[in-house]
């Protein structure tokens, strides 16, 4: 059987035009050929994309991305609260409002030569992505143009600086960064390390001696970015990646080799454990689109030679799922790591298999078993979901264990306890590969 790759996805068609019941029926067969886990729907802000068309990809095993590029401006919160609360009750949990609003002709009414742009930015989307949040959806920033009118790593530290000052804490423990991911012809690990490793890196500037975060790579910079920003990480979702003719000009065999490359990153687990998803761009388009060029299928009956490269390696793949750590014990924000352990089936846990123990669900997501302490109010649906894209065996135990009210000696004593995971991860990796 061929290994899934959770992480891999595809971005429909760029338009908002193909979402018929044929639609469905002729796409799925060649997306599950392509073992696609995620897709991204381009869509309205006038109507929402039809429940049969969503919840036909979600049953597939496929999740949706909705992104709708609506010019950078106010949205109208009574024709667009429906809309999300639809997409919610169907199970989405992703849709993007917004495109590159780093980008001159991406905003409404030329508010692009206003001052205090990035200010300006985060007036408008805030109350989007309350919007999106309070209609049970998870907030999402806008992809950005890599490099853009506006440089696109200042735009994103100043506008997540932006909401931190504006403490808007609870809406940052719920942000997730999406993002383009570009080759423009480099090697997939252009930039890899972020500016950690490229400090010499400067904004609208070429380093002969240096890489940056235009290529592949991208998410090590965002990384870096939101950590220094914020002081955590985020999740980040990937819109659209791989070899795009609007930037550069690929031939067959490059563009081939290039997706190869980046496909044998995802399937070793060289991602950072904070990507979601890796979505090719694009996968169909009509001929007289100006993105027709990039389409893997410029008609169905007419592939790209990528795609029949990929289902040649997919189908002749067979390793199982490689990742650093064994077994992972997931607990419940809030609560004591020396209460839980204490509890009978997590205390033969920890006798028998020696985990990891922690409170995060990224670094979970590095482990080939993830044990949840606690029920779906302690540990939401969501996470497991996550962790089960990301190819773990998940199960769940639910003692009962109270939460405790949060002081400065218990967020002392979490920080203690997240420095001590950190190096038990690192101990770990080593040792059971």
């Known amino acids: 059987m061929a290994k899934t790759i959770p992480q891999l996805g595809f971005h429909y068609f760029p338009d908002d035009q193909h979402f018929t019941d044929q639609d469905l029926y002729t796409w799925l067969p060649i997306l599950a050929s392509l073992e696609a886990r995620w897709l991204t729907l381009r869509a309205s802000a006038r109507r929402a994309i039809p429940e049969n068309f969503i919840k036909g990809l979600m049953e597939a095993g ?33 849709v993007i409002i917004y495109d590159r609003p780093n ?18 930015f985060v007036d408008i989307a805030l109350p989007t992505l309350q919007l999106v949040r309070s209609s049970g959806l998870m907030p999402v920033l806008p992809p950005l143009e890599p490099g853009g009118d506006y440089w696109d790593t200042a735009f994103l530290e100043g506008v997540l600086r932006s909401i931190k000052r504006r403490r808007r804490e609870s809406l940052l423990r719920d942000l997730n960064i999406s993002f383009y991911a570009w080759t423009y012809d480099r090697p997939e690990d ?62 067959s065999a490059q563009h081939e080799q290039s997706t190869l490359a980046i496909i044998k990153t995802l399937e070793d687990g060289n991602l950072p454990p904070t990507v979601r998803n890796i979505n090719f761009y694009l996968l169909s388009c009509d ?25 040649k390696y997919l189908s002749s793949s067979k390793q199982v799922a490689r990742k650093p750590l064994r077994h992972y014990v997931l607990l419940p924000e809030g609560t004591d790591i020396q209460d839980v352990v204490t509890h009978d089936g997590v205390a033969e846990i920890l006798r028998k298999l020696s985990p990891v123990v922690g409170y995060s669900p990224f670094e979970a997501q590095l482990a080939q078993t993830v044990t949840l302490v606690g029920d779906q109010d302690a540990v939401t649906a969501l996470i497991e979901q996550d962790l089960l894209k990301a190819g773990c065996t998940v199960k769940r135990i639910s003692p009962e264990i109270q939460p405790k009210l949060v002081d400065e000696k218990t967020i002392e004593k979490e920080d203690h306890v997240q420095a001590l995971i950190h190096r038990l991860v690192g101990q770990n990796s080593g040792r059971e590969k």
């Open 103 to 120: 980008l001159r002709d991406h905003w409404a009414n030329d508010a692009w030569h206003k001052k205090g742009l990035v200010e300006r």
């Open 190 to 251: 252009w930039g890899i390390g972020g500016p950690e490793k490229w400090d010499s890196a400067r904004p609208y500037m070429r380093n002969q001696e240096s890489q940056d975060h235009r290529g592949f790579r991208i998410f090590d910079w965002y990384d870096s970015l939101a950590l220094n920003s914020t002081g955590q990480l985020m999740p980040l979702i990937c819109v659209g990646a791989g070899s795009n003719q609007r930037y550069a000009v690929s031939d």
């Open 62 to 94: 496929i999740e949706p991305i909705i992104h709708i590029p609506h010019p950078v401006g106010i949205m109208d919160e009574s024709s667009l609260r429906p809309i999300l609360e639809a997409y919610a009750r169907w199970g989405v949990r992703f």
């Open 287 to 311: 001929s007289h689109h100006s993105d027709h060029e990039n389409a893997w299928f410029p008609s169905i009956e007419a592939p790209i030679a990528t795609v029949h490269a990929l289902r």
